[in-house]
């Protein structure tokens, strides 16, 4: 299990190596990246900041979930600091024995983490800084 | 002593101009009545909170000697 956090970047070979084992014949990766425009205007870059033991705790958690609903080996990384445009900002691997549960493993960990882990984006476009909250009840439950 | 440590995230740390401070508690204080002392209307966000890095609710009382984080909502990912 690889759950990380910090500047560096998502190396997608990590987190899959991370997951990969002779048992487990899905694995899927899902990158987050940065768009260059949010309601129509630019975006330059995003600046994100976390509360770092609790953001391992709740990675640790949603690995938890997922090796039990799915039985998925989960690995991951989200940045801190700058993010450029068109760059990762997370990068989750799951494996698992079969493709349906590495499809819903993978969204149940985006999703919980999008609602629930303790890190925050702050987005820098021309007419300066502020920070964005996620949607909520885009996800699943 | 009766004071904790608030620590601030995102907008609220720049509100409060700092990330992390000592606060001098007021009797039967909550976390919840705390955070609507430090951080005044209209500027108010919801947040969560957390005591020494454990998720707690807003009708928690404030203990002195711990760590209280103020948590507004978030947006990794």
């Not at chain 1, 899902?30 to 770092?52: C, K, P, W």
């Not at chain 2, 609710?57 to 002195?64: E, H, K, L, N, Y």
Request: aromatic letters at 6%; charged letters at 20%.
């Amino acid at each position: 299990m690889s759950l990380s956090l910090g500047p560096e970047p998502v190396d997608p070979s990590a987190l899959i190596a991370a997951v990969a084992s002779p048992q487990r014949g899905a694995i899927l990766l899902f990158l987050g990246t940065t768009r260059d425009r949010f309601e129509g205007q630019a975006v330059l870059s995003l600046h994100y900041e976390a509360a770092d033991a609790m953001v391992r705790a709740e990675f640790a958690a949603i690995a938890a979930e997922c090796a039990e609903r799915f039985g998925a080996a989960v690995a991951v990384h989200h940045r801190t600091g700058t993010v450029g445009v068109g760059e990762a900002s997370v990068g989750i691997a799951v494996a698992t024995a079969h493709r349906a549960d590495a499809y819903a493993a993978s969204r149940h960990a985006i999703e919980r983490l999008k609602a629930d882990v303790p890190i925050w984006k702050e987005e820098h476009t021309t007419d300066g800084a502020s920070w964005k909250a996620n949607a909520p009840g885009r996800g699943e439950p | 002593m009766h004071a904790l440590t608030a620590t601030w995230f995102a907008q609220l740390a720049t509100i409060r101009g700092c990330r992390s401070e000592s606060v001098t508690l007021e009797s039967g204080e909550t976390l919840a009545a705390l955070y609507a002392r430090l951080i005044p209307e209209p500027r108010r966000v919801p947040v969560r909170f957390a005591v020494d890095d454990v998720w707690a609710t807003g009708d928690t009382p404030a203990r002195p000697g711990t760590v209280v984080l103020f948590l507004p909502p978030v947006g990794g990912g």
